[in-house]
């Protein structure tokens, strides 16, 4: 049974920054790419960004350059660096797993329950 379980959540100011982590078990860490995406109130989830199992990366436009991607084999981890938050980052934020990084949340085939990130102007 995969599991997916984020944490480092929280209340920060703008400019502030957060690292949440997503812990996974249940399948091969190294053989798959985790992405994390985010949904704030009244909208669509949406893509922030992705890690393949080589360690490629993607972002969306609106974080890249403010957020980092990375993942840890020995910890079968995967993070998220957030630098310089805006009050438009606010959501909750969900860690999901799949074979390639895709783009979009359809395409992942476990989720983890979310985190809240809340950034305070």
């Known amino acids: 049974q995969v599991q997916l379980v984020e944490s480092g959540g929280g209340l920060v100011q703008a400019g502030g920054s957060l690292r949440l982590s997503c812990a996974a078990s249940?399948?091969?860490?190294?053989?798959?790419?985790m992405g994390w995406f985010r949904q704030a109130p009244g909208k669509e989830r949406a893509f922030a960004a992705a890690?393949?199992?080589?360690?490629?990366?993607l972002y969306a436009d609106s974080v890249k350059g403010r957020f980092t991607i990375s993942r840890d084999g020995a910890k079968n981890t995967v993070y998220l660096r957030m630098n310089s938050l805006k009050p438009e980052d606010s959501a909750v934020y969900y860690c999901?797993?799949?074979?390639?990084?895709?783009?979009?949340?359809?395409?992942?085939?476990?989720w983890g329950q979310g985190t809240q990130v809340t950034v305070s102007s």
């Open positions: 890690i393949g199992s080589s360690g490629a990366t």
């Open positions: 249940g399948r091969t860490f190294s053989e798959y790419a």
């Open positions: 999901a797993s799949a074979k390639w990084p895709y783009l979009r949340d359809y395409e992942y085939d476990y």
